[in-house]
């Protein structure tokens, strides 16, 4: 029954691609070829290497004015990757763009299967479902929206600050929104950056206090994203800005009120040095933070714990500044386009406990010791171990937490540098014997390899072999008293067994702890590891499979600040096509009601999540209302009656193609 | 023994066929993973893309069955991660209503799936299409048509009787 009235004038053309080897290599292209040719509606049907390139697509539109073609199927690789292309190459032809279908044989059949008879025949099913299904084709128009040039940019590391500034230069406006009380991310609290050592807060303070003075960017740090509406062009965004206790206007930075606080001496673990000092309940988180705004934390606080401090911070404070009544505050904002730059955690060093983390004090992680090692740290550069010491042997251990089947797989590809980094601002600072457990010695970056020569001259000393534990328990004289590093050297087959003063743990990177729930809200998708998901691996780093939604930085994966720079620009430059474009095209395949057959049961009306869906009361009818649908068709297979349809997606194109994959021809079914 | 020999090596020919309906956005996806990651699978799944688990009526099912699938598999996104919200709540519904409907018509509990598989578990998708590919073919061939066929031919028998009866009362 399915468009059987215009069968005759349906003329199909129909191409395989080779796609190289790589469905070729697997099935039977030639034989899929012939096979759809003898199919109903077929007037051409070819086999061609690459599809996807200019002669592949000029074939299709040769073959639509020579051959009166009105209809075209293609099968090659995902319709995620190349349906857009084919649909272009369509439309020049002639034809309405979506007179297409697209047959995926190659992620889902010659990537994915061994058998090549069974392959072929698959291939076959596909394409003839997809032959019979463009039968019920209809010519559409996509859908066009505008972009709203404003900008989200979500978390304030130097990705997020990198790509907020690109934007705001070229005259876009910026909302950057952090976390926590200050933008600068790991990076500000990092001394050195390899391989160039030159200092980290150097080169980041100034692009901080730029995003702070820009006239284009709104900075809200301390705040939260907590939902987000909309669509591409439109996005519609709610963010929590946490209070700070402080007058943000009022407050210059001054710190006179944390110098009168009643607590004499810090009680807090200091969160920006990584726990190594304490603060006071009010505070600012490092000398050059941005916001210059300082704080109260509300768990360490007299006043707020029993309502009875002296308030030495009020009277320190001329400004009037210090609120303890402030309140959380909502705020709403539109943006066309966002970029998530919400980094990554740095592996919990508990969570493998053989190298005594926790259990002795001198076992440090990487970020403690970039702390330690810093000249505005807790104990100003100088390193001094927790048990008052200056170390004259340090063990650090590569690849914690990472490369490791027990812990995470992934290498963080940053840890190889920076422990060379550590090592490098170790014997620096103490001249001590400084070891590096490595597995393998990766450094594949602009002077790198370089960096790891020089420290191979510094006499740094190289173990190639994965820890087995740290013990303080000594079996030799040389031992007692120190932490002993055991570890296979699989470079001359034994176990080692270093005496050493101070462990460093070169801790690898992992996704946030919230990645997921931040994932839920933008609605877009994590990878195994729990990584943001890009669109593509390849040939699409920073979008997501939500249009108008990119990701720059650690949050995507683990990378070192150039690469996460990069991105970000990356970014920015994606968010920037978008909104100079002024508007994008949307898939057409909203729903409708096709009012004769509705019978005004109102089943659908609960059923659309966005409310696109109203009843005319006087006509007891349905609309869908367009702009507001956004193609998922729930209502169209809850419609009792039948009367709602979805573009692109319509019943008898569904049929059709659970007959053709049934090797049923159109006419067979129902 | 002939006929016997003849049974065992259509069965050996026969491979199980499955119609798998999954969303674009998760399974579809995974599936995508699962063929750039060249993961190998069993060839018997043939699969549908719709925008949201949520589109898939039950009679596509049924329409499936009917047509000769001898396993019916449908993939979306994980509770609370479906791109339309909560398109595979709906599908979650109809699915459970479905299950019971279909036991009553004799198909096995194993040949109808409804799983969660998010874009990131291309592993996800092989294990489940060789696991169903596997129980289906233990199975065996599910024959709808054949059995419609069968139920054709048997009412036209009775009505043919029926109305030579009615005939002979005529007469
Ligand atoms: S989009 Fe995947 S189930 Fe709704």
Redesign the interface.
Known sequence: MHGNGHKEDIRIGFYVCHCGHNIAGSLDVKSVAEYVKTLPGVAVSRDYKYMCSDPGQELVQKDIRQNKLNRIVVASC????HEHTFRIAVEKGGLNPFYFQMV?I????S?????KK??T??AK??AR?AVQRVFSHKPLEPKHVKINPDVLVVGGGISGIHAALTLANAGKKVYLVEKSPTIGGHMAMFDKTFPTLDCAACILTPKMSQVKNHSNITLWSYSEVTKVDGYVGNYKITVKRKPRYINEELCVGCMDCIEKCVYKEGKTPDEFNAGLSKRKPIYIPFPQATPQVVLIDREACIEFKSGHCKKTCVEACDRNAIDFKQQEETKEIEAGTIILATGFKTFDADKVPYYGYGKYQNVYTSLEVERLVNASGPTSGEVILRNGKTPKMIGIIHCVGSRDKRTNRWCSRTCCMYSLKLAHLLKEHTDAEVYNFYIDMRTPGKAYEEFYDKLLEENVHFIRGRVAEVTDCAVRPEEEGKLIIRAEDTMIGIVRRVPVDMVVLAVGMEPKEDAQDVR?MF?I????EGFF?ERH?KLAPVDT??DGIYIAGACQGPKDIPDSVAQAGAAAAQALSLIDRGEIELEP?TAFVVQEECSGCRTCLT?C?YNAISRDEEKQKAFINEALC?????C???CPSGAIK?NL?E?EM??S???G????TSTE?C | MVSTNEQSTSKNSWEPRIVAFFCNWCTYTAADLAGVSRLRYSPNARIIRVMCSGRIDPQFVLDAFSKGADGVLIGGCHPGDCHYIEGNYKALRRVQLLKRMLKDMGIEEKRFRLEWISASEGERVKTVINEMTEQVRELGPLGMPERFADWDKELDILEKEINRKGETVDA
């Open positions: 995902s319709p995620l990757l995926n190659r992620e889902n059949v990537w994915v299967h061994t058998d069974a392959a025949e698959k099913d596909l479902a839920r609605n998708s994590c990878s195994t998901l691996p499979f939500t395949n059923i999540p956004k193609g998922c068709g729930t169209v297979a809850a979805q997606f019943d569904i049929y193609e659970i007959n994959l049934l090797k049923l079914c």
